[in-house]
Each structure stands twice: as structure tokens, then as C-alpha cells.
């Protein structure tokens, strides 16, 4: 396939690309692109959710996100390798970390589709969700999230992202400097006063004296 010829076929399915004559060639923007898609550089969380077929490059958008939730009717099938081209979007780093080196290439050489709860159960799924009661059962979720203070969401993420790379008393390090972090932020302080008094946490509202 031509260079002109694949980026007209990207940009048909919706992929921006940067298409080079030499195969190697990888562009630092591109690099960039597909960190900040994968949730690294964003301290927000960043949640999949999919209700039906999950394919090609929304494959690669699905894993990268830090939790990945599934209705129980929903599909996953990998890019197909048919077309000489190697499953993108970060797969190479997220899908062998999921569910490991040998299922990644059976899964993406035979371009299989995947149930929900078979996707879940080699772990590209973190849980699924009964269709019956999928929107209750995400609102509830995003509910829940959204009432936990920030700053809080955020250390825990970076949390979970590094600790295959430290040992225990790094992270026990890390969590005694979380903490102090937590501690001094308004919006810990205004979580404790709701968790206290039994009612909704109010992060909306500036702090007496702020500038309105």
C-alpha cells in the first residue's frame, strides 16, 4: 500500500496520522499524541467505557484509559494484521502489560473477538457490567468519583502507575508525602467536613476570602 493510499485509509477511519515513505519512521508529535491519549500525562482519571463492539483503533483508545469498564453485551476484537501493519496506538506497551507476552500475540495474530466477560477474565476489562442496569451502574460509579477529593484521585493514580517500578519503601515514601499533600489541600478539608457531617462534599464553593 502507497503512503497516499494509507493515509487516505486512516484518515476514513478516523486515525490522524503522520504517514512517512520509511517505515521506521515515528514522529516525536505522534509519540506525544499517544502518551497523552494513554492517560500518562493527564492527572484527571480517565475512564473506558464500552457498550458494544470495541475494534481496531478504539481497541488501543479502550486500553489506554486507567479503568476500563464493559457492559455485558460488548465485544473486543484487535486490529487486524491482515493489512501488514503492527496493532498501534499504544498496544504494544499496554496490551502485553495486561494480559502478558503470549496472549497478546494469539490474540492479535488470530484477530479474534472477545466476549465481555472473556475479555475480563485475561484482564482487559477491569469489570462488566450487567446490561440490564448498565447506566444506573455507571452513573453510580461516576457519582462515587466525582465526590472523591482531587487531589486524592490524582496521587492515587500516579500511585498505581508507579508501583511495579518501586519497592515498598518507596512507596511507603510516597504515600507519607501523599498524605501531606492531602492534608493542606482545600478540597480534603471540605471532604472531611462532608464525610463528618453526613452530607454531599461541596468542591464548588471558594473558601472564605477567596476572590469570587
Not at 478516523?14 to 506525544?32: C, D, F, I, K, N
Not at 457498550?51 to 465485544?75: K, M, Q
Not at 501523599?178 to 464525610?195: D, H, L, P, V, Y
Request: glycine share 6%; aromatic share 8%.
Amino acid at each position: 500500500m502507497s503512503a497516499e493510499k494509507l493515509r487516505e485509509y486512516l484518515l476514513t477511519h478516523g486515525v490522524p496520522y503522520e504517514v512517512h515513505e520509511h517505515p521506521l519512521a515515528y514522529t516525536t508529535s505522534r509519540v506525544a499524541e499517544v502518551e497523552h491519549v494513554s492517560g500518562k500525562e493527564i492527572a484527571k482519571p480517565v475512564i473506558a467505557a464500552a457498550r458494544g463492539p470495541v475494534r481496531e483503533s478504539g481497541f488501543g483508545f479502550f486500553l489506554a484509559a486507567d479503568v476500563r469498564l464493559a457492559s455485558s453485551t460488548a465485544t473486543f476484537t484487535p486490529p487486524d494484521m491482515r493489512r501488514g501493519l503492527l496493532p498501534d496506538w499504544g498496544l504494544s506497551a499496554t496490551l502485553p502489560r495486561l494480559i502478558g507476552p503470549g496472549r497478546t500475540l494469539e490474540l492479535i495474530w488470530s484477530h479474534r473477538t472477545l466476549s465481555a466477560r472473556e475479555a475480563e477474565r485475561v484482564g482487559l476489562v477491569d469489570r462488566v457490567i450487567d446490561d440490564a442496569v448498565w447506566e444506573e451502574e455507571l452513573a453510580a460509579f461516576v457519582l462515587n468519583l466525582s465526590s472523591i477529593p482531587q487531589p486524592a484521585v490524582r496521587l492515587t493514580k500516579l500511585a498505581a502507575q508507579q508501583a511495579p517500578q518501586l519497592d515498598l519503601t518507596s512507596m511507603l515514601a510516597y504515600e507519607y508525602e501523599a498524605q501531606q499533600q492531602c492534608w493542606t489541600s482545600r478540597e480534603t478539608t471540605e471532604g472531611m467536613a462532608a464525610f463528618l457531617a453526613d452530607r454531599n462534599p461541596d468542591f464548588d464553593s471558594p473558601e472564605p476570602g477567596d476572590d469570587i
